[in-house]
């Protein structure tokens, strides 16, 4: 199992608009093999901020849909970007 989560930064202006252009990606993803959840959203506190939340079943199948990434035009708009992939041993109940 794998997590990849962190934040994405874009124009405050524009955040509403890079999320709605996000919406496709969403609903492919999560009808991927292996996607157990993802997730990009709005920060409650900074105008710009995006957050990602992603879990995968394994690497094979993160790569399988990733393919080229986001296209050239999502791309763009990011002004700053901290996401990092982590790899979970155990899941517990909270």
Known sequence: ???VAGTLYVDPARRD???ASCVEAVRAARAAPGCVDFAVSADLVEPGRINVYERWESDAQ??????SGPDADQVAEILGAEV???RIAGVEAP
């Open 1 to 3: 199992m794998l997590i």
């Open 17 to 19: 608009a890079y999320l």
């Open 62 to 67: 993160l790569l399988a849909f990733r393919g």
């Open 84 to 86: 990092h992939k982590f």
